[in-house]
């Protein structure tokens, strides 16, 4: 039912910025937790970041704690990931995700419903 689109990736150099963004189709979009997950060539795909569906709790991997943002505007159905200071082994492709469970953990790729297609991020040095 729901459906999601990335946008945002490219190419851009080491220590640089970019910004994805995550358009939402359906009737409750409000109500799911939305993450972002990457996935590089011949690794698993693993959490980046995620938030409620109320934008009140947050959460973030090691890595990209103090670069990286998430953001959630639920009147224009859209999750943002601002990245920040960019480097190398943030290259992979970034699927937004998004879940309507509640209380479940957001940091497991297995708990959510509905996955975008992803968008590529490559960062060059």
Known sequence: QVQLVESGGGLVQA?????LSCA?????FSRYAMGWFRQAPGKEREFVSAITWSGSNT???????GRFTISRDNAKNTVSLQMNNLNLEDTAVYYCAGTASSGVPLRSRYVYDYWGQGTQVTVSS
């Not at 939402?24 to 409750?28: C, E, K, L, V």
């Not at 959460?59 to 704690?65: I, M, Q």
């Open 59 to 65: 959460y973030y991997a090691d890595f990209v704690k």
């Open 15 to 19: 220590g640089g910025s970019l910004r």
């Open 24 to 28: 939402a189709s359906g009737r409750t």
